[in-house]
Nanobody, 115 residues
Framework: QVQFVESGGGLVQPGGSLTLSCAASRFTISTYAMSWYRQAPGKERDLVATITSTRNTSTYADSVKGRFTISRDNAKNTVYLQMNSLKPEDTAVYYC????????WGRGTQVTVSS
């Protein structure tokens, strides 16, 4: 079964930075567009950022554009999300998965932005 293990979350003050990692197993990310998603308490899971499989083109939700950067290391089978200038509204559990035809979800990693 496909497995994603997200890590790197934590408690950070507004304006701070975090880098999230997502390691995939039983699944090779190299041929897929990969995405980060997040789910805030009481809300639906939303798409945050996507990186394509070929040209590594990235796209972002308007709410994080200019602050977050998605990247991938196919050799390590890992996807990253660099988050800068964090805001309290970025507080959520962050997950990674394929952009299309999502498979089983990992446990996610909690990001809390608070002073």
């Amino acid at each position: 079964q496909v497995q994603f293990v997200e890590s790197g979350g934590g408690l950070v003050q507004p304006g701070g930075s975090l880098t999230l990692s997502c390691a995939a197993s039983r699944f090779t990310i190299s041929t897929y567009a990969m995405s980060w998603y997040r789910q805030a308490p009481g809300k639906e899971r939303d798409l945050v950022a996507t990186i394509t499989s070929t040209r590594n083109t990235s796209t972002y939700a308007d709410s994080v554009k200019g602050r977050f950067t998605i990247s991938r290391d196919n050799a390590k089978n890992t996807v990253y999300l660099q988050m800068n200038s964090l805001k309290p509204e970025d507080t959520a559990v962050y997950y990674c998965n394929k952009r299309f035809s999502v498979t089983s979800w990992g446990r996610g990693t909690q990001v809390t932005v608070s002073s």
